[in-house]
């Protein structure tokens, strides 16, 4: 998504409900798995433009007009591979890495204006990118290596995110949670 994008989607949004209250910025892809080694250029390039400049660009736009409203709430979706290493997957775990970094600057830069900016770090969950590709055929070792010994349902991701965003929650602000049965607590 480019500026330009972003910025009309902001303003339609504000248009059609008078103001900005609750942004999400869920993007999320990788190129293919290699080691860093043989990571490329344009490995690292698409993968910062799909992973972190969309989400640099949608907080832009959307705490502009959170701030001109008030105050909001900008969620991010990150993973747990912005929090931790992510083995044979270096340009997207430095993509989320750098969603968590974006998070935890804009929520101490723009928090005197009451916007609140979160990332959500989830671990894989049954959605279609899972169920619909060749990550189904190690659905068992990705289970295996969680406390829980089994991966999220989206819902529970959801539900996650609601309770991050909700009003109520109005001091949390900064922070990038792990949702992941466990995984990072080790």
């Known amino acids: 998504m480019k500026d330009g994008d972003q910025k009309a989607l902001v303003a339609r ?3 059609a409900y008078g103001r ?11 190129s293919p798995m290699k080691g860093l080694l043989e990571t490329t250029e344009q490995d690292l390039d698409w993968n910062f433009a799909l992973n972190a400049k969309s989400v640099f ?10 701030i001109q409203g008030g105050g909001g709430s900008v969620m991010n979706v990150a993973s747990v591979a912005g929090l931790a290493g992510a083995p044979k997957n270096l340009a997207y775990g ?18 005197r204006h009451n916007v609140r ?6 671990y894989f969950s049954m959605t ?32 996650a ?20 049965g466990g995984l990072t607590a080790f």
């Open 13 to 15: 949004a504000v248009t």
């Open 20 to 30: 900005l209250d609750i942004a999400i910025n869920n993007a999320g892809g990788t």
């Open 57 to 66: 660009l949608g907080m832009k736009h959307q705490i502009a007009a959170m």
């Open 94 to 111: 430095a993509a989320k890495h750098a969603v968590v970094g974006m998070t935890r600057t804009a929520a101490v830069e723009f928090a």
């Open 117 to 122: 900016v979160n990332a959500i770090c989830p």
């Open 128 to 159: 279609p990118l899972v169920t619909q590709s060749n990550l189904i055929e190690r659905k068992a070792q990705m289970e295996a290596a969680v406390p829980m010994k089994r991966l999220a349902d989206p819902e529970e991701v959801a539900a």
């Open 161 to 180: 995110i609601l309770a991050m965003i909700l009003p109520s929650n109005s001091y949390l602000t900064g922070q990038a949670i792990a949702v992941d």
